[in-house]
């Protein structure tokens, strides 16, 4: 299985080189899937998400399908992901994102289409692969106000866990401090990554991609 979990994106060139390694192809070779289901109960700006896109249509991939796999019955999305090179996982509220890959039975075949695609993960894409959900920040009430099951355990891709935005502005409470005050309650590895680092996957081998700071927990 081949996963690239970053925090905040394809923020640099050393995360964009290790995705070209994990495809083993040119991207104009190659066709992306930009789910971004996660984003949809998000308020405000989302200049954030448009960035992401427009990371990936800079790197020029042969094309680049928005799959939203809340809003589109099981036989439209499954056949666009399968259409796909690469499957690639937005940010937004992690909570949301597992709820409908729970709901939609993407989490059924996930692994089959994972044996012969790439995953991508920015931030809650990212931590969804991990095998809890406890250090996701985001608000669980509204999402139980519109009755959305909360899910607490993750697809369990990998065996540790992701904490995206290290130091970040956007998140001032999600410092090193912080991750190691949580990293007492769990006995799982931690990578705490700044938004220019990312977590490479191939196969046994897990690697850090970083031009930012990161650091690992237990």
């Avoid at 985001?138 to 990998?158: A, C, F, H, Q, R």
Wanted: net charge neutral; with cysteine; aromatic share 10%.
């Amino acid at each position: 299985m081949k996963l690239l979990l970053t925090s905040g994106g394809l923020t640099n060139q050393s995360i964009v080189k290790a995705l070209k390694d994990l495809l083993a192809k040119s991207f104009n070779q190659l066709n992306l899937a930009f789910i971004p289901t996660a984003a949809n109960v998000e308020f405000g700006d989302k200049s954030w998400l448009i960035n992401n896109l427009l990371e990936c249509q800079k790197l020029g991939f042969k094309s680049i399908d928005i799959v939203d796999i809340s809003a589109l019955p099981k036989k439209i999305w499954q056949k666009r992901l399968e259409d796909s090179d690469a499957l690639l996982f937005s940010g937004g509220n992690t909570y949301h994102l597992m709820y409908w890959i729970n709901k939609s039975g993407l989490k059924d075949i996930l692994k089959k289409l994972l044996k012969t695609r790439v995953y991508i993960g920015i931030s809650a894409g990212s931590i969804i692969t991990t095998p809890s959900l406890k250090l996701s920040s985001v608000e669980k009430e509204p999402l139980k106000e519109i009755g959305e099951t909360i899910y607490d355990d993750g697809l369990g891709l990998v065996n540790f866990l992701v904490e995206p935005h290290i130091n970040s502005p956007y998140f001032p409470e999600l410092t090193f401090d912080y991750v190691e005050q949580e990293a007492e309650k769990v006995s799982s590895p931690i990578y705490a990554l700044d938004d220019n680092c990312a977590i490479k996957v191939d196969g046994k081998n897990v690697s850090v991609i970083s031009e930012g700071i990161w650091k690992r927990f237990n």
